[in-house]
């Protein structure tokens, strides 16, 4: 399975730096062109300033089966053009523009895990209308199964759940569902609390949830 990655992990302007970003993407992708990297799945990964609209759009052409985004996202309740995945360049990516962008075009991707805030989080305008989130939008853009977050996510414990969801992911050799891996990754930050009494409460794992295709 290839695989797309795309982070930021230093400051940008007003958002505060996620440090450990970078070996979240380094332990998902390898960039193929690298040497020595030891990522889960062999792919282009793209970090910080590499993290353009142009980038970005050059990555999902290659269609990538995997795709996953460590970033910050803002949601703006009942704004979609105020509501937006941050690039490494500073630049945004609203809800507005992901729902009718061609550029934005997730046709083959199996699975998109949006390792950010808020990502499954529906909302309504003041009229009543409701906004779409960012993880139903991406399926109706064609991906076919999307890990999203119910609330604010910690960057390190974050880090951790999604380098255990991916090995379980993998190492099930397409036995493991997608949903099943995502359990067993739960389950072992849940143990680790043993040792760890912060990773163990559920707002560190319990936030990610999927949708769509399961398995």
């Known amino acids: 399975m290839e695989g797309s990655g795309a982070g930021v992990s230093e400051k940008v302007g007003e958002f505060d ?3 450990h970003v970078a070996d979240e993407l380094k332990t998902i ?10 990522g889960l799945f062999s792919g282009k990964r793209l970090l910080n300033r590499e993290f353009t609209r142009q980038n970005l759009t050059d990555a999902l ?26 690039l490494g360049d500073g630049n945004r990516l609203s809800l507005a523009e992901m729902r009718t962008d061609k550029l934005f075009d997730l046709e083959g991707v199996d699975l998109l895990t949006l390792s950010a805030c808020e990502t499954a989080v529906n909302t309504t305008t003041t009229s009543g209308a409701e906004i779409e989130s960012f993880g139903v939008i ?7 199964t999307v890990i999203s977050t119910l609330w604010s996510i910690s960057d390190s414990n974050t880090a951790q759940l999604m380098t255990e969801f991916y090995r379980t992911y993998q190492a099930g050799n397409g036995k493991t569902s997608k949903a099943e891996a995502l359990r067993q990754a739960q389950i072992k930050l849940l143990k680790k609390g043993k ?20 398995r």
């Open 195 to 214: 040792t760890n009494p912060n990773i163990a409460h559920p707002f560190y794992w319990a936030s990610f949830i999927v949708v769509g295709e399961w």
């Open 29 to 38: 992708v390898h960039n193929e062109t690298a040497k020595n990297e030891k």
């Open 17 to 19: 730096p996620l440090p």
């Open 61 to 86: 052409k290659r269609k990538s089966q995997l795709v996953h985004f460590a970033t910050h996202f803002v949601l703006n309740p009942g704004k979609d053009i105020d509501s937006f995945l941050l």
């Open 138 to 144: 991406a399926q109706k853009r064609g991906a076919k």
